[in-house]
């Protein structure tokens, strides 16, 4: 009697390990071969239920680096069901170094819960006048002139946006959630329009000291487009010194044709179009003379790697030792980040 009550269990646990999920992946290592450091490397795996039973995805896959992702979009496989499991390899940091990056996927499939994944290549390093559009999005400030139109027309700071105070809460669905510093003309009005903005959720609004005329007062006409304020600026301790400013100032330059700009292009870069450089000259040289530290960052942009990368080419030559061209242009912006920080039609 035990001997059949032994033999009973055996071959109900043989029965239940051989209707169990079983999770396959028919090329569980995807190499790369060779990309520049800034691509960002997509790859999708086919994950696969070549069980008899629902497969379950215990907890979302592992990734041996931060700079990986593997977003599951589902959680359960039926018997012979397939599913897409997309990773994305953020390659920043790791130009001249061969790599591999591990995804571990976790299951109820008894023989392997965890299963494994690899992408490997190498990254090679991009150019001394290149920088990655994800440094773009870690450097992004925006330049927030909350004027009214008048008296921005009037004069401005070089890639300022305009929003008067009254029309903020308009502004609300388009403004970048990012680093955001607010002008006003003297100090008078941006205090109270960073809280508004803080109040709506925008955690790291900056308010500049002594507004437009602050910064006159600091740094006279540099990046300053059109007329100085004729009024002294009012400082305030909510505030920060326009050094502040200076030192994290992001420019982005868009070359590309207006038509295209037109289309879509990030908040507060600058239309120069392909041609249109020499026109900037008069703003951007002077600042060659700063330290490098009080040098804004430039970044030329375009729909790929040509003029982008002659622009930046030149203006290092010139002295801006912080301007930079976008490895892989805009497309490697929206391939990140889709449309997020762009206004367009």
């Known amino acids: 009697m035990r001997a059949m009550g032994a033999l009973l269990a055996m071959l109900v646990g043989s029965w239940a390990l051989w209707a169990a999920p079983r999770l396959a992946v028919p090329a569980p290592v995807y190499d790369f071969g060779e990309v520049k450091e800034g691509y960002l490397v997509v790859h999708r795996f086919l994950l696969r239920n070549v069980g008899d039973s629902v497969l379950t995805f215990t907890r979302p896959p592992g990734v041996s680096c931060g700079c990986t992702s593997a977003p599951l979009p589902k959680m359960t496989l039926d018997p012979g069901e397939g599913v897409e499991l997309e990773v994305r390899f953020e390659t920043t940091g790791f130009g001249g170094h061969r790599t591999v990056k591990y995804v571990y996927v976790y299951s109820d499939d008894p023989v392997t819960p965890t299963f494994t994944l690899a992408l490997q290549g190498y990254v090679a390093p991009h150019e001394p006048y290149e920088d990655t559009a994800y ?135 600058v239309h120069v179009g392909s041609d249109g450089l020499e026109a900037l000259l008069e703003h951007l040289l002077p600042l060659a003379s700063r330290p490098r530290e009080l040098q804004p960052f430039i970044y030329c942009v375009d729909e790929g790697e040509g003029v982008a990368q002659e622009a930046a080419r030149f203006l290092q030559a010139l002295g801006l030792q912080r301007a930079y061209a976008v490895v892989g242009g805009l497309p490697q912006w929206r391939a990140r980040y889709g449309t997020a920080f762009m206004v367009g039609p």
Do not use: C
């Not at 999005?137 to 700071?157: P, T």
């Not at 955690?203 to 437009?212: C, E, I, Q, T």
């Not at 009024?231 to 305030?236: D, G, Y």
């Open 135 to 269: 440094m773009l999005r870690y450097r992004y400030r925006l330049i927030l002139d909350v004027r009214d139109a008048e008296a921005y027309a009037r004069g401005r700071l070089l890639g300022a946006v305009n929003v008067p105070a009254a029309r903020l809460a308009e502004a609300v669905a388009w403004l970048p959630q990012t680093t955001i510093y607010v002008y006003d003309e003297a100090g008078e009005t941006g205090v109270m329009a960073a809280e508004f903005l803080r109040r709506q959720g925008f955690w790291a609004v900056r308010v500049l000291s002594g507004g437009l005329a602050g910064w006159v007062q600091e740094f006279g006409s540099s990046l300053l487009v059109g007329e100085a304020p004729k009024v002294a600026p009012s400082m305030s301790p909510a505030a920060v010194p326009p050094a502040r400013l200076a030192s994290e100032y992001v420019l982005i330059l868009d070359l590309r044709a207006p038509e295209a700009y037109a289309q879509g292009h990030l908040v507060g870069s």
